[in-house]
């Protein structure tokens, strides 16, 4: 961990420890979905389909990331600049860093924001994926040079019932639970595999399935991202001032020898 975030990453922890017996997600709490994947590294998940709370109004993308992290004693991560600041830059995880064609990229709302993770605020009901890419992006449907939707299928209402499914620990009663995991870790999943696994969990009786289309997305984040989210990783685009040897989407001010959309 860098110094200017080791201070960071210690208030974390200390703030933490007060809530570590409470339920991750309260009733009728704001949440958003999140997923930490490394599908482009050997076809699986740091964070598998998750919901997190949002502690408070105006909370950033990189916040949620780190309090999650740090939730789960996933502690081998580094990052530059402030989680609350247009200069954040998500360096790596675990063994997984910027180098010239790979780095984080992150959507919102199957999205690659353009701007730092920092300045991305989360509303209720927002789908966050954090995803390793070693193409500038290429390789999970993304741009090195812009913002914009994925190209690839939209996983995001599969993430949310899957999430559901495991903040309420109900992974074993549900059958065709292996399946869908098994279509969110599939790197190239066509949108019609994607679509029948939701279907599938939906009408799934094993385990109570209710026919909800697997959660809310887009119930107020920043698609455009005019305002503030981080493509962490693969490039970056409008680096409003920052060195970069691979690329940034949107990294206003760091360095990057990797790639990171908007991971400013």
């Known amino acids: 961990m860098r110094k200017n975030s080791k201070t960071w990453k210690t208030a974390r922890l200390i703030a933490l420890s007060f809530f570590a017996l409470l339920p991750l997600v309260p009733a009728n709490a704001a949440q958003v979905a999140v997923t930490v994947e490394k599908l482009t590294a050997d076809g699986g ?35 530059n600049g402030s989680p609350t600041g247009s200069n954040f830059f998500l360096e790596r ?36 994926r954090w995803q390793y ?8 449907g993304g741009n090195s040079n812009k913002e914009g939707f994925s190209t690839k299928a939209d996983k995001d209402k599969l993430i949310w019932k899957v999430a559901e499914i495991n903040a309420a620990e109900k992974q074993s009663s549900y059958s065709t639970y292996n399946a869908a995991v098994s279509v969110l870790k ?52 409008n680096n409003n001032g920052g060195s970069n040897t691979g690329t940034d989407n949107n990294n206003s001010g760091g360095s990057n020898t990797g790639t990171d959309n908007s991971n400013s």
Not at 60 to 71: F, H, N, Q, Y
Not at 97 to 111: L, P, Q
Not at 200 to 218: E, F
């Open 45 to 79: 998940f740091i964070v598998e389909p998750e919901l997190v709370e949002l502690p408070s109004v105006g909370t950033t993308a990189a916040e949620v990331l780190i309090d999650l992290l740090l939730s789960k004693k996933i502690n081998n991560f580094s990052y």
């Open 93 to 128: 995880i675990d063994n997984l860093g910027v180098f010239e064609a790979s780095g984080w990229m992150i959507t919102v709302n199957n999205y690659f924001i353009g701007k730092s993770a920092g300045l991305q605020k989360m509303n209720n009901g927002d789908v966050m």
């Open 133 to 140: 890419t070693k193409q500038l992006g290429a390789d999970i």
């Open 186 to 237: 599939k790197l190239n999943a066509t949108q019609a595999e994607t679509n029948s696994a939701l279907a599938a969990l939906n009408s799934d009786t094993s385990g109570g399935g209710n026919n909800n289309d697997g959660g809310s997305n887009n119930s107020g984040s920043d698609n455009n991202n005019s305002s503030g989210s981080s493509n962490n990783s693969g490039s970056d685009n």
